[in-house]
């Protein structure tokens, strides 16, 4: 099965900074269509998970544009800009290539 | 407005049997594929189960296989989890979620609490 690797299980930030999430495959992502199938999701408490965004690059519909996906083949990365307080939450990659699907650890935003 | 709503969870000795049920409304349910995502207390995410719109393909990984039977019911837009023979290990919440075929998950459910003890 493909595995997820999010290094960082925990990322100590402040409002307002940059920060980059990085999700690692142990294949590539891509699919004949030329298209990744790595998704990223947000979880926050008492509310339901978020896509954020698909195809490795593509934000989902109302997603502000401070998120921004990239990366390509084995190496993914989800950015957030200028972090907002109700960005402070767990963030997940999905393969979708291949079954079993299977999701990154999670890398938790914490504030500094 | 997109809305899944899972129910069925509870507590259940290790060997037992329990069945999910989910929900859907504000979507033509017959249009899409369903799936059941978990997630252990403190735990990352697992996919659990997945199933065709018209219900006639069921996919699952090696560790439920075999215990876990998802199944659907078009006419009533509901989804089911029918899990036997469970494990402490099968302790989680479970999600019932919506996946596209541009391969992510575009809605998800509240989820619901399932655990395995004696």
């Known amino acids: 099965q493909i595995m997820l690797t999010q290094q960082a299980e925990s990322l100590w930030i402040s409002p307002g900074e940059r920060v980059s999430i990085t999700c690692r495959a142990s294949q590539s992502l891509l699919y004949t269509d030329g298209k990744h199938y790595l998704s990223w999701y947000q979880q926050r408490p008492g509310q339901t998970t978020k896509a954020l965004i698909y195809h490795a690059s593509v934000r989902t519909d109302g997603v502000p544009t401070r998120f921004i996906g990239s990366g390509s083949g084995t190496e993914f990365t989800l950015s957030i800009e200028h972090v907002q307080p109700e960005d402070f939450a767990i963030y997940y990659c999905l393969q979708t290539l291949k079954s079993p699907w299977t999701f990154g650890g999670g890398t938790k935003l914490e504030l500094k | 407005e997109v809305q899944l709503v899972e129910s069925g969870g509870g507590l259940v000795q290790p060997g037992r049997s329990l069945k999910l049920s989910c929900v859907a409304s504000g979507f033509t349910f017959n249009n899409y594929w369903m799936t059941w995502i978990r997630q252990a207390p403190g735990k990352g995410l697992e996919w659990v189960a997945s199933?065709?719109?018209?219900?006639?393909?069921?996919y699952y990984p090696d560790s439920v296989k075999g215990r876990f039977t998802i199944s659907r019911d078009n006419a009533k837009s509901t989804l089911y989890l029918q899990m036997n023979s469970l494990r402490s290990e099968d302790t989680a919440t479970y999600y019932c979620?919506?996946?596209?075929?541009?391969?992510?998950?575009?809605?998800w459910g509240q989820g619901v609490m399932v655990t395995v003890s004696s």
């Open positions: 199933i065709t719109n018209t219900g006639g393909s069921t």
């Open positions: 979620t919506r996946p596209l075929y541009s391969g992510y998950i575009d809605y």
